[in-house]
T-cell receptor, first 112, second 112 residues
């Protein structure tokens, strides 16, 4: 089954404790991205990747890092989480030809 | 900067009512246009998209959208909504940069 998976689905952590949210897709998509969803603000792109070892900033990259060492994986790293990063995070992937994004189930992060 | 405006933030309808959700964008060049839907507790999924050709696009579950280039609009419509259409709807615009811009979303509640 074609899908985008994220782990963990829920995470409560404390300020400053490094964390990683994993994202994996099995569709051989070149393009992957991370979004955060906040009430009243819709989806805002954090980082995106056009292919392995190619990443770039989206609209709200501050406080986040990503890596793309393999085509299927695109982890999101918060080196020192802060409460303003409490949000719902979605990973997405797409085939560059179709430009249609497939979204993961979301990760609800709470930073205390 | 490119922006996407969804005029209705909250819409409440009764079953069988007609629906139209507005979406306007600010970019004047060639764009790809999307509507995504997020059912309660679920991830975003594609409802329909427009790349080129017939400006009236039909999607899943009886939804359609019309691209009006002169008005920079891509409004979503459904002639008769159902309770199961209760969800959040996002308009998205991509001008080929693989950095899609999402609107803030419209929350639709359909009363049975």
């Amino acid at each position: 089954e074609a899908q985008v998976t994220q782990n963990p689905r829920y995470l409560i952590t404390v300020t400053g404790k490094k964390l990683t949210v994993t994202c994996s897709q099995n569709m051989n998509h070149e393009y992957m991205s991370w979004y955060r969803q906040d009430p009243g603000l819709g989806l805002r792109q954090i980082y995106y990747s056009m292919n392995v070892e190619v990443t770039d900033k989206g609209d709200v990259p501050e406080g986040y890092k990503v890596s793309r060492k393999e085509k299927r994986n695109f982890p999101l790293i918060l080196e020192s989480p802060s409460p303003n990063q409490t949000s719902l995070y979605f990973c997405a992937s797409s085939n560059l030809a179709t430009d249609t994004q497939y979204f993961g189930p979301g990760t609800r992060l709470t930073v205390l | 900067a490119q922006s996407v405006s969804q005029h209705n933030h909250h819409v409440i309808l009764s079953e069988a009512a007609s629906l139209e959700l507005g979406c306007n964008y600010s970019y004047g060049g060639t764009v790809n246009l999307f509507w995504y839907v997020q059912y309660p507790g679920q991830h975003l999924q594609l409802l329909l998209k427009y790349f080129s050709g017939d400006p009236l696009v039909k999607g899943i579950k009886g939804f359609e959208a019309e691209f009006i280039k002169s008005k920079f609009s891509f409004n979503l419509r459904k002639p008769s909504v159902q309770w199961s259409d209760t969800a959040e709807y996002f308009c998205a615009v991509n001008r080929g940069s693989y950095i899609p811009t999402f609107g803030r979303g419209t929350s639709l509640i359909v009363h049975p």
